[in-house]
């Protein structure tokens, strides 16, 4: 929640900017500025001890948003159009979740129509989300090579691994599920499908046949993509014993969104956590988040730290004491009970029993059970698809409720995704709250990208494939920093850097 900075917040930031300059000049650090193959902005510094250890790693954010501010005073109805430019990746995320805290707010209910269409078009979203981070931002990692040269870890070079016509495979799926995002959202980024009570357009009858035709190739996609997991990654024992290693474990409570049966949905249901042995610790309404979850800043980072209320926050530590826990999709299916379509079920078995059962506290599986995900996303499409009900012209229920309070909760492709409006009677924001999916993960991403540090770097032997291994440690949550950085503990360190015409710097300006 945005409130003003306090003098106790101020301090804080100073005294930890005084002791970071007072570590800059005293011991060696190593900088990875800019990092890369992520949604938004980020460095780590990691300082190294006399003998060349890794004392501390840590992973900053360095970017501010204000959304939480700005939207005071706008009406609630324009929250979807406004929230969803917090970010070009995943606006649909955004999108729907203001759309379901209006839905809340009003305290309307959608015919079942409209439901099915935002689910629909939830589903196209979250297989070409997953498909962009599996092929184009982690998937370079394990297809090229974690210490392959760094010109080579992109998609480029996954093409040239596995081959031009993958490569066009993968581009024309891509298209073809935004194309019809942008049938149903008027436009791929910053959608206007969604309306309180309700979506703008439904499906004609003569266009159903295409929506079929894509989700059943979306199907053979997924399949295709977790086949080359299996036989690039899987098939490879070194691969697997970095994604089981210590460097990239913790034991941490995972949370995600179930349906009835506790299986996982992105779309609807109720919010389930876990604790580190796997049993369920929690299982609440998106309304009763504030029971269950707490933010914190650090004097380091504009991104501020979830922590599960009840458990407290113990620091950036793991196990039953320790508040910190685990979103997206490997804390998905830790948290849940299996996959409610069939193909995506036997992958979902396939991965536990691989990995030795539940919960797998692995960072790096988390590539794994986004393809899952992906194959979940997809049979869910065929499904919508193949139900009469897709293409009622039933799409609406007009609000007739004085606004008051709502929340709306999504899962997005980076985790749980949390809108929370407050509106006086006219229907202005008053107070707005979000808790975004990387905010979820702040807390284990420190600690993943300290703990990777301190498992790959010993004796002051530092190099270019060794770092990009600490960077796979964040990458591989998906994070999107973007969207979480709500925080703003004291000044901006901003910095001007001034460059000649031939590139060398001369002169930089500090705030």
């Known amino acids: 929640m945005t409130k003003k900075i306090s003098e106790a917040a101020q301090q804080a930031w100073e005294a930890g900017k005084e002791r970071a300059d007072q570590a800059y000049s005293q011991r060696r650090r190593v900088v990875i500025d ?18 060349g ?68 078009d939830y589903s196209l979203f979250m297989v070409e989300d997953h498909a962009l981070h599996f092929y184009f931002l982690g998937g370079p990692d394990f297809v090229v090579g974690p210490t392959a040269p760094k010109e080579q870890r992109n ?75 299996r036989k690039v ?11 089981t290693s210590d460097a990239y474990t913790h034991r941490t409570y995972y949370m995600g969104m179930v349906d009835a049966n506790n299986k996982v949905n992105f779309y609807d249901g109720m919010i389930r956590v876990v604790d580190p042995s796997g049993v369920e ?22 991104v501020k730290f979830c922590y599960l209320k009840p458990v407290g926050w113990k620091g950036f530590v793991d196990g039953p004491e320790s508040g910190v826990y685990a979103v997206a999709p490997l804390a998905r299916l830790n948290a849940s009970d299996g996959m409610a379509t069939p193909l995506a079920q036997q992958a979902y078995e396939e991965f536990f029993a691989t990995l030795g059962g539940k919960p797998v506290h692995h960072t790096l599986a988390n590539h794994w059970a986004r393809v899952i995900e992906l194959l979940y996303a997809a049979e869910r499409l065929v499904e919508l698809t193949d139900d009469p009900e897709i293409t009622s012209t039933a799409l609406r229920v007009l609000p007739t ?13 980076r985790g749980t995704l949390i809108h929370h409006y407050e509106t006086d009677e006219q229907g202005l924001i008053t107070r707005a709250n979000l808790i975004v999916a990387t905010q979820n993960n702040a807390a284990r991403i420190a600690m993943s990208v300290d703990s990777a540090a301190k498992g790959v ?24 920093h973007g969207c979480a950085t709500h925080s703003l503990p004291g000044e901006m360190p901003l910095v001007a850097s001034v460059y000649d015409s031939a590139g060398e710097l001369v002169r930089q300006i500090r705030r």
């Open 34 to 51: 800019p990092i890369t193959r992520l949604e938004g902005h980020g460095k780590i510094d990691i300082f190294l001890d006399d003998a």
């Open 53 to 120: 250890e890794v004392e501390r790693a840590y992973f900053q954010v360095p970017e501010l948003r204000g959304f939480e501010t700005f939207s005071r005073g706008r009406p609630a109805e324009d929250m979807p159009q406004i929230t969803s430019r917090i970010c070009g990746v995943c606006p649909l995320a955004h999108h729907m979740a203001s759309v379901k805290a209006l839905d809340d707010l009003y305290k309307v209910e959608p015919p079942p129509a409209a439901k099915k269409i935002r689910e629909l």
């Open 155 to 229: 998609v480029l070079g996954v093409i040239a691994a596995v081959g031009i016509e993958v490569g066009k495979r993968v581009i024309a799926m891509r298209r073809e599920l935004r194309d019809l995002e942008t049938y149903l959202g008027g436009k791929t980024i910053h959608p206007v499908m969604g309306l309180p009570g309700g979506v703008a357009k439904g499906i004609a009858p003569g266009d159903l046949p295409r929506f079929r035709e894509v989700a059943a190739r979306a199907v053979e996609f997924a399949k295709f993509t977790l086949d080359v997991f």
């Open 233 to 243: 990654v899987l098939a490879n024992p070194d691969y697997v014993r970095l994604i």
């Open 281 to 302: 610790y929690a299982k609440f309404k998106s309304g009763d988040y504030l029971n269950y979850i707490a933010e914190r800043v650090e004097p380091w980072s504009y």
């Open 401 to 413: 409720k004085q606004p008051s309070v709502g929340v709306g909760v999504v899962e997005a492709p």
């Open 457 to 480: 770097i010993h004796k002051g032997q530092v190099d270019d494939g060794l770092l990009n291994m600490v960077e796979m440690a964040f990458r591989a949550y998906d994070p999107c």
